[in-house]
């Protein structure tokens, strides 16, 4: 199945100030999840955001924070948004069938959370180059596991080019001159 701009949103989950220096290649991650949700906002695909009790960890990084809209973000103990009755409330209600998730880490909180949506009959597609952990290892072995429960492991582009669908069109060359060269 295609991912569709109509159906589907960006879940930008948990990116946040504390936790990414801790995290493998995180400016690698903050770079390539800037570029995504920029080709999300440019295509009007909806954003949303989860931020782990950001007492603790800090609030999304800023680089991220100043280009995600900022009445879409939701707190959360829970690890899976899913488990966090706002965030679950949110996204039920938002209408969409497809979920792309970025975001750390990718054996705790996107895995979780990946996991509950498909329990909830959502297709699910995390970013194998916009998610992360603290050890490579962790990454891996939650990816693996995720693919193993049915969800999509995708790449940033292969998002941008099925969300954009056609060529010729005003937002692909914007895109194209902007994002793909």
């Not at 990116?15 to 801790?22: D, G, T, V």
């Not at 609030?59 to 899976?80: C, G």
Request: hydrophobic share 40%.
């Amino acid at each position: 199945m295609l991912i569709s701009p109509e159906k589907s949103c960006l879940l930008v989950v948990d990116i946040q100030e504390k936790l990414a220096p801790a995290i493998f290649e995180s400016e690698v991650l903050i770079k390539n999840s800037k570029w995504l949700i920029e080709i999300a906002t440019i295509l009007n695909v909806p954003i949303m955001t989860t931020e782990q009790y950001p007492q603790g960890i800090g609030y999304t990084v800023e680089e991220l924070k100043r280009i995600l809209p900022s009445d879409k973000t939701m707190e959360k103990t829970h690890f899976s948004c899913m488990a966090e009755p706002s965030c679950q409330k949110i996204i039920n209600e938002s209408g969409v069938e497809q979920i792309v998730i970025i975001g750390t880490e990718s054996h705790v909180c996107v895995m979780q959370t990946a996991i509950q949506l498909k329990q909830e009959a959502f297709d699910v597609y995390v970013v194998e180059d916009c998610v992360s952990s603290r050890k490579p290892a962790d990454k891996a072995c939650a990816l693996a596991r995720m693919r193993g429960c049915g969800i999509h492991i995708v790449t940033r582009e292969m998002v941008a080019f099925e969300w954009m669908q056609k060529a010729g069109t005003e937002s692909f060359r914007h895109i194209s001159k902007n994002y793909l060269r």
